[in-house]
């Protein structure tokens, strides 16, 4: 009799056992491989980007430093060096937070921008720095004595590059803090607010900024802000309109914080992640002229959010959500289809202790798979940390890079993959998370049983390429015509 | 007999699991959702009519019903954390002068003192998606005809002229309906004896409604008092 109990008990156990990994998924996604970084010592960090720094067809993380060098992180013989000692690009003296990279002068060569902020809001003592390359000297464009006038003497927070006419002649959005946003462009070679004539000098609590293909097919800009409505920023020949409140993503009595573009039904159109700090959470698609927010009990929660993510770490075809949050675990979603957020516990990268400001995703060492930087500080400095999921051996990958015509990274253009189970949308990011920007390639995984591949390319001026036959695990450079 | 059991406890299982996955309906998300749309000039003093109308405009359930309602403080205007909790206390019903006693959620301790002097209860019946039920709403007498309406109160969501706007709040026999009192009922001689020796709503409530409304500085009940009184 006892025996026929234990039996049954059992088969109970057995059957409860195969049921639950439904809301309990794997352990372990991802493996932490910080030690490839030489000399990580604590330091207060912020924004990363991802940029190719020094022109020799690799990416490079662009770490800011709040008091710290700046860092240019390349990968060189296993390992993450530092590889730039100008002393205006490390800028040890100044409190960087922002940074995105693009082409504002149709060089080829990405700029970057560093937003120096050394107030919490209001007026700044420091201004941002806008660093471009000449006979392979860095220097600061914000230091030319044409350029002085128009200094960013605002504390601000992020910033996001915005090619808003589509012509490649991209533009810097800063979103300041407690002063008027900001918009640079360069017109008759000299650096200009045009913040005003584009109708984006509004004063907010500015934090979080995404620009691409949301609303049109030019350059929208979705900016998540502080004690104060959100703005969807609509792309009206150039110039823009918020209608965030008509689209339902204004989140007026939230804080905004950190925001991403994610195709969240894999439908091939970008929709929008917006992280609340302390608030709910949002997973934001369009329906009916109207932004949704489909995001689950898990995935709303409140936080202490920094950045968010939307990518695929694991290959597997599906987008994962990376949260980042500050002196909290980090936490992780896979997008699975119909736009069902499923929690994957963390084992690595949870970072009980951490201190998360700031993270970005490029696959840095060339081997297929995403890397995803962690940079600290805040209230305590900590080193970075490196994390990369572990994969399973039989999957793939195809990563698309699209580069405009003056051979620059085609920020804000927004690449699809169509095949036999999905049109999955991904945007060339122009900045993002909070305070941070990924690398200008669409990175996918492949699914099982996936075959037809076709990859689409709208350029920021809207016009569409298509690319056929195409062979995975590789990397696709397609060049603007 | 084996096989009966082994199906019990797989179905069993898989119970908990779609427990475990149901997604419960989010109040309080909802209402930070919509806040711009409740308030589109981001006024919200003394709004509590606005958060009611727009509540009980909404196809719900009586349990929906209720649950908005334990979300924001019908004094203030101000959302209220899930989870808060609530105060009991007695108000006077309109038509019988009974004292009707309730659990009242609110954003601070004034407020809980302000409700109680300020305003009445009426009943009022209303047929939700899954039936007709009755309960008691809190009501303030019609301000529009006031000359002293206080000026940091949107008039316009309260009022069409001299008569209650009833596009905007909800009309009760001629008076504006702010909020729900929770499990609202007569009161017996214990209830009254327990709200008056509460250190809130007696104690403290009676040094606050004895204190002249020109020195009163505490919380936005002071608007809600010039827009009720």
């Known amino acids: 009799m006892f025996i026929k109990k234990v039996n049954y008990l059992y088969k109970f156990l057995i059957i409860f056992s195969l049921i639950l990994p439904i809301n309990s998924s794997r352990a372990e996604f991802f493996k932490d491989i910080s030690n490839i970084i030489t000399i990580n010592e604590s330091r207060l960090s912020y924004g990363v980007s991802v940029t190719d720094i020094n022109a020799d067809g690799n990416n490079e993380f662009i770490v800011t430093g709040f008091g710290y060098p700046n860092l240019a992180l390349g990968y060189i013989d296993g390992k993450l060096k530092n590889i730039i000692q100008e002393d205006v690009f490390l800028d040890r003296d100044r409190k960087t937070i922002g940074v995105a990279a693009c082409d504002i002068d149709k060089d080829g060569f990405e700029e970057i921008y560093f937003l120096n902020t050394d107030t919490y809001s209001g007026t700044k003592k420091y201004s941002d720095r ?37 012509d490649g002649e991209y533009g810097i959005y800063v979103a300041n803090y407690g002063g008027p946003t900001r918009f640079y462009e360069i017109e008759n070679n000299t650096i200009t607010d045009k913040a005003k004539t584009l109708n984006l000098d509004k004063v907010t609590g500015g934090r979080a900024v995404v620009s691409g293909h949301i609303l049109t097919d030019r350059a929208d800009i979705f900016a998540a802000n502080e004690r104060g409505a959100n703005f969807l920023l609509k792309n009206n020949d150039g110039k823009f309109e918020d209608v965030a409140f008509d689209y339902r993503v204004d989140d007026v009595i939230q804080n905004g914080r950190g925001t991403a573009l994610s195709d969240i039904y894999y439908r091939g159109r970008l929709d929008i992640l917006s992280g609340n700090w302390n608030g709910y959470h949002r997973a934001y698609v369009l329906e009916n002229k109207e932004f949704k927010d489909i995001g689950n009990k898990a995935f709303d929660r409140p936080s202490r959010i920094r950045t968010i993510i939307s990518a695929d770490f694991d290959n597997d075809g599906f987008d994962e959500v990376f949260m980042n949050n500050i002196a909290e675990p980090n936490k992780l979603f896979k997008i699975n289809e119909n736009g069902k957020f499923e929690e994957i516990k963390l084992k690595a990268a949870l970072e009980t202790q951490g201190f998360g400001t700031g993270a970005a995703v490029a696959d840095i060492d060339n081997d297929g798979i995403l890397e995803l930087l962690v940079s600290h500080g805040e209230s305590k400095a900590q080193p970075l940390t490196l994390y990369k999921a572990k994969v399973e051996k039989n999957n793939k990958y195809l990563r698309i890079k699209p580069i405009n015509k003056f051979g620059a990274p085609a920020r804000g253009a927004t690449v699809t993959l169509i095949s036999n189970q999905r049109k999955h949308s991904k945007t060339i990011d122009a900045g993002s998370g909070y305070l941070c920007q990924m690398e200008p390639v669409a990175h996918y995984g492949i699914r099982k049983n996936e075959k037809d591949f076709r990859i689409e390319v709208k350029w920021t001026n809207g016009k569409k390429d298509f690319t056929d036959k195409i062979e995975i695990n590789q990397t696709i450079t397609i060049k603007q015509k | 007999m084996k096989k009966i059991l082994v199906k019990c406890l797989l179905l069993l299982a898989i119970l908990f699991q779609i427990e475990v996955i149901a997604e419960e309906k989010n109040y309080h998300k909802e209402l930070i959702t919509d806040w711009s749309r409740i308030f589109p000039d981001k006024n919200r003093n003394a709004a509590g009519p606005k958060f009611f109308k727009y509540i009980i405009d909404k196809e719900n359930t009586y349990k929906d019903f209720i649950e908005y309602n334990k979300l924001f403080c019908a ?3 101000s959302l209220i954390d899930p989870d808060s909790d609530s105060e009991f206390l007695f108000l006077k019903e309109s038509k019988s002068n009974n004292k009707i006693c309730g659990n009242y959620y609110r954003c601070c301790v004034p407020c809980s003192c302000d409700v109680m002097k300020y305003s009445e209860v009426q009943k009022m019946k209303y047929k939700f998606i899954d039936g007709s039920r009755e309960f008691y709403v809190i009501t303030i007498k019609n301000p529009c005809n006031k000359n002293d309406f206080p000026n940091r109160v949107n008039k316009e969501y309260f009022c069409d002229g001299k008569k209650i706007n009833n596009d905007q709040v909800y009309n009760l026999n001629n008076r504006i309906v702010i909020g729900l009192l929770h499990n609202g009922r007569t009161c017996k001689n214990d209830d009254i004896d327990l709200v008056k020796n509460h250190q809130i709503t007696g104690r403290y409530c009676e040094l606050r409604n004895n204190t002249p409304l020109e020195e009163l500085d505490a919380g936005m009940g002071d608007i809600f008092i010039k827009l009720a009184r």
């Open chain 2, 75 to 77: 004094v203030s205007g």
């Open chain 1, 130 to 166: 806008l660093i471009d390359k000449s006979n392979n000297n860095y220097f600061d464009l914000f230091e030319l004595e044409k350029n002085i006038e128009n200094l960013n003497l605002t504390a601000g927070r992020s910033v996001v590059c915005v090619d808003r006419k589509g």
